[in-house]
Every structure is written in C-alpha cells, then in structure tokens.
C-alpha cells in the first residue's frame, strides 16, 4: 500500500500550490482521505479530509477559506490545492487515510512533500 505525495516547492507569498496524493496498492473506496501538515516545531495540523464515493468535505477552520481538496478516482488521486499561501502555511504536508467508522485513525500515510512559502 502506498500513498506518493508530490507537488511540494519553493513559492511566495500569495501563490498558489496544488499537491497531489496517489494511491495504490488497494482500494480506499470506504476511506477518508486526508491531508496533514507539520510546521517546523509544531505539532500535525488536520486539514481536512474528503471520501472516494461520496465526495463528503470536511476542512479545518484554519484553512478552509484558502485550501481545497478534490479527488479522481479514475486516477486514484487527491489533491490539495491551496491559495493565497502565506509563510505560516509553510511545513510538511502528508496525505493519509483512515477508515470511514467512529473510533477509526488514519492509519496509511504518504511520505510528505515540503512546501515552503517565501515572504
């Protein structure tokens, strides 16, 4: 099972970013998928998840004005995209995943993709 994020970079102030999360190795038909970040010193920040069939969003307070998350599932893929970046939105951003249910915990996770935002 593996979940390979990619899209992480060097950008300014007020940019925009998409990341992407693929997933192989099984269906995640009856997950969440959701995206993390970890700023320097700081602990995992949940940013929000969406689910393969549904299409059900669920975003954090702090990001959801900026950042949004959409999936295709012809490509297994999800996606993160993230505007008007500021530099306290740089971190390691993860994708992972967790089983739809009460009392479930995101138990796959991807490797991480930087993003590092300039001032």
């Known amino acids: 099972v593996q979940l390979q994020a990619s899209g992480g970079g060097f950008v300014q102030a007020g940019e925009s970013l998409r990341l992407s999360c693929v997933v192989s190795g099984r269906s995640f038909g009856s997950y969440f998928m959701g ?3 970890q700023a320097p010193g700081k602990e995992r920040e949940f940013l929000g998840r969406i ?6 969003l669920h975003y954090a307070d702090s990001v959801k004005a900026r950042f949004t ?13 993230m505007n008007s970046l500021k530099p306290e939105d740089t971190a390691v951003y993860y994708c992972a995943a967790r089983p739809i249910g009460p009392g479930t915990s995101y138990n796959y996770w ?6 590092t935002v300039s001032s």
């Open 110 to 115: 991807g490797q991480g993709t930087l993003v």
């Open 69 to 81: 998350i959409s999936r295709d599932s012809a490509k297994n893929a999800v996606y993160l995209d």
């Open 51 to 56: 689910t393969w069939t549904s299409s059900s």
């Open 35 to 37: 995206w993390f970040r």
